[in-house]
């Protein structure tokens, strides 16, 4: 009982003395002072005239430019256009599959002659022609004058198996 008493106070103060305290932590270097003024050129023919240039603190070696590796993947900066997507698509020979009406509008689900899906709403463009009008089961686009040609319009229709 008696040695309880005389080591509990040695531990204590072991133990409070390793939580905190001891040296602060070293003071962050200072920056370095600049120069009080710029140290003229020598004179042209000098010793040394041609070893020293002015500096210009823009110019420098110019970055080799980054190639980007998608892997296969499409380059996330690129512009994301329909249009230019779908330039081949002559409208003709697209397949209307679905029409899905939300909230924000009708939209129309129509596959290209390549298995590609676009969802398109009204005023779209897709290859040849602009979606003018979408309804329950038809999707109607205007297409471009041909030469010789008036505009004329196509319209897909659903079909239901």
Do not use: H
Request: proline share 14%; charged share 15%.
């Amino acid at each position: 009982m008696k040695l309880r008493w005389k080591v509990a106070p040695i531990v204590g103060a072991t133990l409070l003395g390793a939580c905190g305290g001891g040296e602060p932590p070293p003071a962050p270097p200072k920056p370095p002072v600049p120069a009080a003024a710029p140290v003229a050129p020598p004179a042209a023919g000098g010793p040394g005239a041609a070893a020293v240039r002015p500096l210009d603190p823009g110019a420098g070696k110019a970055l080799p430019p980054v190639a980007y590796d998608g892997k296969n993947r499409r380059d996330p900066f690129a512009p994301v256009s329909l249009v230019s997507e779908a330039k081949g698509i002559n409208v003709t020979a697209a397949k209307l599959v679905g029409i899905v009406q939300g909230r924000q509008g009708t939209l129309a689900l129509v596959e290209g002659p390549d298995g590609v899906g676009y969802i398109l709403k009204s005023g779209d463009a897709l290859g040849n022609g602009r979606v003018t009008g979408i309804t329950g089961t038809t999707v109607t686009f205007a297409v471009s004058a041909q030469p010789g040609q008036g505009p004329t319009t196509v319209t897909l229709r659903l079909v239901l198996e």
